[in-house]
């Protein structure tokens, strides 16, 4: 599989991107990756890049996109954090792998047992984390089941992932409402945002479309 080209990236659409994310983590499933020479890539991508997708996940080390994807070199913008939210930061980069770079497809990433949803659901405070974390308690607030605060913590893994799944689509919304830039594109047709979960225990991605 030869690595994405001006003309490639022309041919895509939201859709046709986001079916080749679906099929990449279905050779994942099966361990069957696609035939790849990566020092070619490396070759064929020195002089520019044209990917089609731009994915916010988790810096969790067991969810990385081009492997769960099975993605090669020049086909995905990968944006990380802990906790797969938004900043300013993090917005300009989508702008960009959008509206300037070409991409057709916003992947929100969330995943299950994540680290950083557990750290909010437990009110954990440590150094600069604190203030990661209070970035993602909005989510924890939303979930309101189980009412028992003694089943709201980390311990109570279908919380923690509930309030994963939540996270991600308050992460979308916050996309469309805090970039104009995207929430244009989206508007007309240009670029899809979705949101989808990885399962750690099997390896698939559930898209929450």
Known sequence: ?????????????????????????????????????????????SEGQFPFATILSCI?????????????????????????FVNQDILGSMEFGCKLAGTKLIVVLG????????????NA???????MLAKIKPAVNAV?????????????LDFVDHVAEKNV???????VAESDVLAE???NGEVKIVGAMYDINSGEVKFLD
């Open 1 to 45: 599989m030869k690595a994405h080209t001006k003309e490639t990236q022309a041919t895509m659409t939201p859709e046709k991107s986001l079916q080749f994310l679906k099929e990449g983590n279905q050779r994942f499933q099966n361990n069957l990756k696609a035939h790849r020479n990566l020092l070619e890539q490396v070759n064929d991508t």
């Open 60 to 84: 969790d080390s067991r969810v990385s996109a081009e492997l769960i994807f099975d993605q090669g070199l020049g086909d995905i913008f990968s944006v990380r954090i802990a906790g797969n």
């Open 111 to 122: 995943h299950t047992s994540c680290g950083a949803i557990k750290g909010a659901c437990d």
């Open 125 to 131: 405070e440590l150094g600069n984390l604190t203030a």
């Open 144 to 156: 309101t089941e189980p009412k028992d605060k003694s089943l709201r913590n980390s311990k109570n």
């Open 169 to 175: 689509l308050l992460t979308i919304d916050r996309i």
């Open 185 to 187: 594109m989206q508007k």
